[in-house]
């Protein structure tokens, strides 16, 4: 049963340790968003190819030493140490985990990767069948989807600068905003998590009930969205 959905930027400056006090309040409100969610997550991100985490597999934990801080995280509190060099976890599954660990410790995440290539279609019929997988199980379950805007919004963003990106920003803002699913559906590549966000369409079609804005902003030249779906 599909209980609540929180929606967060995919960026390892959320954590302490590598963003510090300069976005200590954008890491406060995804907390806040995160915090709604039950013992049982799904969380959606994107990688290479199609993937499933495991919350107590040998992927469960990760650290984001990668990224300047080995900040150790895991995905349940059962989460299995293998010996030997930490598992290298797309940034979308140490984020999940990270927010499991700060808002609910005793929760599970199991991480549902899609490969960043799938069209629409493809992207929102996977988000069907997470829903149907979803719906089969008794306990309710939340939903974290962990994904990013435009990287090119300012000129220091990590993906250069374009100003004509801003528009596809715009309109994933105001999309997520308003729960507008046929909007996410027709997002551009140039959204970086947009398959990501695609299935979500595909989760929650034809709409949630309320779509909840918590933060909009592109503070590193990224376009960085929170909000929380009551499907």
């Not at 993937?51 to 900040?71: E, I, N, Q, W």
């Not at 997520?176 to 559906?185: K, P, Q, R």
């Amino acid at each position: 049963m599909l209980s609540a959905i929180a929606i967060i930027p995919s960026a390892p400056v959320l954590v302490p340790e590598l963003g510090g006090a300069a976005v200590a309040e954008l890491t406060a409100v995804v907390l806040a968003a995160a915090a709604v969610l039950p013992a049982n997550w799904m969380a959606i991100g994107i990688d290479r190819a199609d993937d499933v985490l495991d919350p107590d597999g040998p992927r469960s934990c990760g650290t984001f030493a990668g990224y300047g801080a080995d900040v150790p995280v895991r995905l349940s509190p059962r989460g299995h140490d293998a010996p030997g060099p930490p598992v290298e976890l797309p940034v979308c599954a140490l984020l999940a985990a990270w927010v499991r660990g700060q808002v609910r410790p005793d929760a599970s995440a199991q991480v549902c990767l899609y490969g960043w290539d799938h069209d629409a279609g493809t992207a929102v019929q996977h988000g069907r069948q997470l829903r149907a997988e979803i719906d089969r199980l008794p306990e309710p379950v939340g939903v974290l989807v962990v994904a990013d805007g435009a990287n090119t919004l300012t000129p220091a963003a990590p993906g250069g600068y374009e100003p004509g990106d801003a528009d596809a920003q715009l309109a994933l803002d105001d999309a997520l905003a308003d729960g507008d699913v046929s909007a996410l559906t027709g997002l551009p590549p140039q959204i970086r998590g947009r398959v990501a966000f695609q299935v979500l369409a595909g989760l929650v079609e034809p709409g949630p009930r309320a779509a909840k804005e918590l933060y909009r902003g592109a503070p590193f030249g990224v376009g960085y969205f929170v909000g929380a779906w009551q499907p």
